[in-house]
């Protein structure tokens, strides 16, 4: 048992250190659709309520020092009636973003869910914080920010 844990760390150090030597080329936004399906209503309505979900992530090892990964957000607004709990979809908007990094070691599945789980993450959000409230100011909804990230130093 100890020695599985020794070679986690070993792992989880050299996957950081390649995250840590990747350089981001680019972030590009191949694929966005946003849907008003109904008119926000305060008086019956008084509660709003957010979901905020990766759908599907993956990556492509086709060139050689290029590596690309991808990642479809979903974000749903809903109002929601106090009295009798109903759910009423007011918003849907999916985005795709594509992350160009440099890097030379090949992604596989281990890099792959570090690169999911720590870092897309923290590039991807910047991105959906000024899109959602932008789309929906355009299409006449109150604008809804999501919240900052917080990062916390980990021990070493």
Known sequence: MKRKNQNTKTDNVKIRK???NSIILGVFLPKLSYKRLNNLDPGNYETISVS????R???DNSEKDIKNVYQEIEF???QLNQKTNEKLSTFELLAEFEISFKMQEIINEEIFQELKNSCLPLIVN???RELIPSIMTRIGLPPIFLPFFEIQE???
């Open 52 to 55: 905020y979900k990766t759908i």
């Open 57 to 59: 992530s993956s990556y």
């Open 154 to 156: 980990t021990q070493k």
């Open 76 to 78: 749903l607004l809903f």
């Open 126 to 128: 910047p991105y959906m």
């Open 18 to 20: 390649i995250c840590a």
